[in-house]
């Protein structure tokens, strides 16, 4: 004799007969580097003025890939940017 199974939804129990679909997300966006030379065009500075904050520690923040490579974040760049950014010639 087969046997009859009810559902949730038969039962009256519509809660657990809704179903939720799974959010779907993005996969992040590929971390954009630049090199010194792109960095400087974006500040409108020489590479050379890049290495020289680089080395008195006062620039954007940079990677060194292979310890020898350097790149800039686009997004440290921007942070630079903002952080520099005056709303007058005081102080």
């Known amino acids: 004799m087969a046997k009859h199974m009810t559902t949730a939804a038969e039962n009256g129990d519509s809660a657990t ?3 939720t679909a799974a ?3 993005e996969p992040p ?3 954009k580097l630049l090199t010194a ?3 400087g065009e974006l500040l409108g500075v020489s590479p050379e003025t890049l290495e020289r904050w680089r080395g008195a520690g006062t620039g954007p923040a940079y990677v060194k890939l292979s310890g020898r490579y350097v ?7 921007e942070a630079f940017i903002q952080n520099a950014r005056r709303s007058s010639t005081a102080g």
Do not use: E, G, N, V
């Not at 790149?71 to 760049?77: A, E, I, N, P, T």
């Open 29 to 31: 966006a590929p971390m």
């Open 71 to 77: 790149r800039y974040k686009q997004d440290d760049l």
């Open 17 to 19: 007969s809704t179903i």
């Open 23 to 25: 959010a779907t997300t």
């Open 37 to 39: 030379r792109q960095a």
